[in-house]
């Protein structure tokens, strides 16, 4: 089974930006995609990019603010800009096993731990 590992995050304040990091040990990943879940809330759809640099955001989360992007086949970035406190949250990093750009949880097979992101006023 392919293994994530995440890193980044942590605290900020509005305005902040942070960048999350994941890697894939093993083999490359065709599609790559961040979630984030607050307490009480479902997890939610960040983004996701596929090894042609393919790319697709949640508009009601990113609002133009959230870049994804790929080193190589193995790691994913999100460098999110313009935080608010809406923001806070457990970020995942995921894998999804097609160049689909998934959008719904279901459809990624691997995941990684998750990192805490919060954003203070």
């Known amino acids: 089974q392919v293994q994530l590992v995440q890193s980044g995050g942590g605290l900020a304040q509005v305005g902040d930006s942070l960048t999350l990091s994941c890697t894939v040990s093993g083999r490359s990943s065709f599609t790559l995609g961040w979630f984030r879940q607050a307490p009480e809330k479902e997890r939610e759809f960040v983004a996701c990019?596929?090894?042609?640099?393919?790319?697709t955001y949640n508009p009601d989360i990113v609002k133009g603010r959230f870049a994804i992007s790929r080193e190589n086949g193995k790691t994913v970035f999100l460098r999110m800009n313009g935080l608010t406190p809406e923001d806070t949250a457990v970020y995942y990093c995921?894998?999804?096993?097609?160049?689909?750009?998934?959008?719904?949880?279901?459809?990624?097979?691997?995941w990684g731990q998750g990192t805490q992101v919060t954003v203070s006023s």
């Open positions: 990019i596929n090894l042609r640099g393919e790319k």
């Open positions: 995921a894998s999804h096993s097609s160049m689909y750009l998934a959008t719904i949880q279901n459809q990624y097979d691997a």
